[in-house]
């Protein structure tokens, strides 16, 4: 079977998390059919100088402004060559990593958006940038991009996660196999141990003295939001893998119950040493529940440490 080319732009701002994004993305996707587009938006304003240059006030300024623009300049071209060098160093070829920068023309996150439209297959992304303190207090790029990314998954990256072993959190069915679907397109999945997770307050029967249901028995009444319960199609999930190339041996499912969903998908990936989280993204979502709750995958996302989530639109 003939896998498709795959393109995955990289927004980067020159910080220590956006290389780590980039190498997670060089560690994950396979390097004989990945184009890998390192994407900086340049914010520097062109005209500042234009426009001070003419003024007496701010004229002997203008060679510290020079500077400060030519050495920003100089940081972000050494932050490219490192990261290219170090993609490199994990196998990619030359040909298959691009750096792109563009100037700022809008928001910054309005510019990668767009680019993301450019028949991109996903965004990989670092949790925080440059400014730690803006990203506390103002929310971070990251998670404004996971409400407006749309067509093809975010990917966002905290720390310098584990690449050997990927936990399908699943909860509708649709959203189950969008998130299969989209492993198998962009990974070599027979490289890596998946689980298939569903956390759910469930009637099936559970098993003696501990935590885990047997989802082939008893009735199956565990909408957490009013829905048909998602066990009994885990087999056909599994089967699609299998299908995909994994070996059935490096697949396994785990039904917990649990009333902190997010809590209980997160301890477990970092008791079993999971590196991603995919979570599929539903268009449609109650207003109450995202008034009050909000949303599994930003909650996910201000929890997770040490992680990529995987968000699949």
């Given at each position: 079977?003939?896998?498709?080319?795959?393109?995955?732009?990289v927004p980067v701002d020159g910080s220590e998390q956006a290389l780590n994004a980039a190498l997670y993305a060089a560690r994950m996707f396979p390097s004989d059919r990945t184009e890998l587009v390192l994407f900086h938006v340049d914010t520097q304003n062109p005209d500042l100088g234009k426009s001070l240059s003419g003024n007496p006030l701010y004229g002997a300024?203008?060679?510290?402004?020079?500077?400060?623009?030519?050495?920003?300049?100089?940081?972000?071209?050494?932050?490219m060559d490192k990261a290219v060098a170090q993609i490199l160093d994990l196998n990619f070829p030359e040909s298959a990593v691009t750096v792109k920068i563009k100037k700022?023309?809008?928001?910054?996150?309005?510019?990668?958006?767009?680019?993301?439209?450019?028949?991109?297959?996903?965004?990989?992304?670092?949790?925080?940038?440059?400014?730690?303190?803006?990203?506390?207090?103002?929310?971070?790029?990251?998670?404004?991009?996971?409400?407006?990314?749309?067509?093809?998954?975010?990917?966002?990256?905290?720390g310098e996660p584990k690449t050997d072993k990927l936990l399908v959190s699943v909860d509708l069915r649709e959203e189950a196999f969008k998130c299969i679907y989209s492993i198998g397109v962009l990974l070599d999945i027979e490289k890596f141990n998946i689980a298939i997770c569903h956390v759910a307050r469930c009637a099936a029967k559970k098993h003696d003295g501990g935590e885990h249901f047997d989802c082939k028995e008893g009735e199956h009444g565990c909408p957490l939001r009013d829905v048909e319960c998602i066990c009994p199609s885990i087999d056909n999930m599994k089967q699609c893998l299998v299908d995909g190339g994994i070996l059935s041996d490096n697949i396994s499912d785990l039904i917990l119950e649990a009333t902190k969903p997010v809590e209980s998908a997160l301890e477990l990936s970092r008791k079993e040493q999971i590196g991603s989280i995919i979570v599929g993204r539903r268009a449609i979502v109650p207003f109450v529940e995202e008034l009050i709750s909000g949303r599994y995958s930003q909650k996910m996302l201000k929890k997770m440490e040490?992680?990529?989530?995987w968000v699949v639109n």
């Open positions: 079977m003939i896998k498709q080319k795959l393109k995955i732009l300024q203008m060679k510290n402004i020079n500077k400060w623009n030519a050495a920003d300049h100089k940081t972000m071209n050494q932050f700022k023309e809008e928001r910054v996150l309005d510019e990668i958006i767009r680019e993301a439209l450019e028949e991109y297959d996903a965004v990989v992304v670092g949790k925080t940038g440059t400014s730690r303190l803006k990203d506390k207090f103002i929310g971070s790029l990251s998670i404004k991009l996971a409400g407006k990314i749309s067509r093809i998954p975010l990917i966002i990256v905290d040490n992680m990529a989530l």
